[in-house]
T-cell receptor, first 113, second 113 residues
Framework: SAVISQKPSRDICQRGTSLTIQCQVD?????MFWYRQQPGQSLTLIAT?????????ESGFVIDKFPISRPNLTFSTLTVSNMSPEDSSIYLC??????????FGPGTRLTVL | GQQLNQSPQSMFIQEGEDVSMNCTSS?????WLWYKQDPGEGPVLLIA?????ELTSNGRLTAQFGITRKDSFLNISASIPSDVGIYFC?????????????FGGGTRLMVKP
C-alpha cells in the first residue's frame, strides 16, 4: 500500500490569491494524480502529474489555473491560482502503485471567500 | 466520455441488514476498485478486482468483477453503524488511452442503529 499525506489539510483564502497544496507519498509510485471533489459529488480528475515533464490536464482544466509540479517519484504540488469562490472544493492527491492499486490522500478542503 | 452508473444513489437501512450496490459501464474495464469515503476524509480503498469473474472478500465486504467486464457489485453483510459513508466504484482500462480511473457517482449509506 501507499500512505499519502497532504498539506494543508484545509485553508480559507481570499479571492484573487493562490494556494499551493503539497502531496507526499511514502514510497515511489508510477503515477500521481490530482482530483477535485465538490461537496456531495464524485471525484473529478484535474490532471496527471508527470515526473520531469508537464502535467497532462483533463478537459476543462488548464495549466495557468492549476499549475502542477512533480520533481520526483514521491512528491507533487498543485497550485490553485487566482482563486474565486467557485474554486471552493476538496482537492485530493492520488497515486497509482506498482501493485496496480490507487490510493488517495486525506484531501485539502479549500474555502475561497 | 465513458461513464459509470452506480446504484443506488443512497440507502437507509437497519443495523444488521445486508447491503448491495453495483456499478455498470458502457465500456470494458480491466480493473475495478471499491472505495469508502467518510466525511472530511479521502477515499479509502476497500477491495481491488483484476479478473473477470473474480470474487474477493474483505471481512464483511464482498465484491465481484462481472464476467462481461462492464460491471461490478459490492455487498456488505450484517451492517453496523460505522459502515455509514459514501461508497464509490472506480474502473480502469489499463491502456494508452485510459490509465485513469473513472468513478461512479457514489452510494450514500446510512445505517439506523
Amino acid at each position: 500500500s501507499a500512505v499519502i499525506s497532504q498539506k494543508p489539510s484545509r485553508d480559507i483564502c481570499q479571492r484573487g490569491t493562490s494556494l499551493t497544496i503539497q502531496c507526499q507519498v511514502d514510497s515511489q509510485v508510477t503515477m500521481m494524480f490530482w482530483y477535485r471533489q465538490q461537496p456531495g459529488q464524485s471525484l473529478t480528475l484535474i490532471a496527471t502529474a508527470n515526473q520531469g515533464s508537464e502535467a497532462t490536464y483533463e478537459s476543462g482544466f488548464v495549466i495557468d489555473k492549476f499549475p502542477i509540479s512533480r520533481p520526483n517519484l514521491t512528491f507533487s504540488t498543485l497550485t490553485v491560482s487566482n482563486m474565486s469562490p467557485e474554486d471552493s472544493s476538496i482537492y485530493l492527491c492520488s497515486a497509482w502503485t506498482s501493485t496496480d492499486t490507487q490510493y488517495f490522500g486525506p484531501g485539502t478542503r479549500l474555502t475561497v471567500l | 466520455g465513458q461513464q459509470l452508473n452506480q446504484s443506488p444513489q443512497s440507502m437507509f437501512i437497519q443495523e444488521g441488514e445486508d447491503v448491495s450496490m453495483n456499478c455498470t459501464s458502457s465500456s470494458i474495464f480491466n480493473t475495478w476498485l471499491w472505495y469508502k469515503q467518510d466525511p472530511g476524509e479521502g477515499p479509502v480503498l476497500l477491495i481491488a478486482l483484476y479478473k473477470a469473474g473474480e470474487l474477493t472478500s474483505n471481512g464483511r465486504l464482498t465484491a465481484q468483477f462481472g464476467i462481461t467486464r462492464k460491471d461490478s457489485f459490492l455487498n456488505i453483510s450484517a451492517s453496523i453503524p460505522s459502515d455509514v459513508g459514501i461508497y464509490f466504484c472506480a474502473g480502469r482500462m489499463n491502456n494508452n488511452a485510459g490509465n485513469m480511473l473513472t468513478f461512479g457517482g457514489g452510494t450514500r449509506l446510512m445505517v439506523k442503529p
